[in-house]
């Protein structure tokens, strides 16, 4: 599996959570840029294909695996979009990165949705603590073998 760079969740075009692994030349406002972005791409494919047709956008270095799922947030009466994405270094498989990446994601999704269904989603300070459910799931792929060997070695 390629080195996972970062994993988080997008709404309305926002980072609502990020847990970056590995730098990679991204600013905060980058950041916003890139959610914005993102979010339009995943709408667009949903809107022109079908809602779940596009699960990976690969480039020449980096993948990012997204998936969706709908929430409830403050006092709206209808679900929105919420997406889970990680952008991680391009494997020789990327089906096969695929296979493993995505299912996790959606954990991540469920378990968000689960916990904060309905709840003001303006306030991103009150998701900082669920980082460490996604740095359970993403975070021993997120470091590298030096980054390993050095914790088995020292």
Same mark, same amino acid.
């Given at each position: 599996m390629g080195l996972i760079r970062e994993c988080g969740l997008l709404f309305r075009g926002y980072t609502?959570?990020?847990?970056?692994?590995?730098?990679?030349g991204s600013s905060v406002k980058d950041k916003d840029l890139?959610?914005? &972005?993102?979010?339009?791409?995943?709408? #667009?494919?949903?809107?022109?294909?079908?809602t779940s047709s596009l699960e990976y956008i690969e480039g020449k270095k980096k993948v990012i695996f997204f998936t969706r799922d709908s929430i409830f947030s403050g006092g709206e009466k209808e679900?929105?979009?919420?997406?889970?994405?990680?952008i991680a270094d391009k494997d020789k498989n990327v089906d096969k990165e695929r296979e493993k990446i995505i299912p996790d994601l959606k954990k991540? &999704?469920?378990?968000?949705?689960?916990? #904060?269904n309905g709840s003001n989603l303006s306030y991103v300070s009150e998701f900082e603590h669920f980082k460490k459910e996604i740095d359970e799931i993403f975070s021993a792929a997120g470091t590298s073998v030096d980054?390993?060997?050095k914790g088995v070695f020292y």
């Open positions: 609502l959570i990020n847990s970056q692994y590995h730098e990679f890139r959610s914005g &972005l993102l979010t339009a791409i995943i709408d #667009f494919s949903g809107a022109a294909f079908s679900k929105e979009p919420i997406l889970a994405y990680v991540i &999704l469920n378990r968000f949705v689960e916990q #904060f980054q390993r060997l």
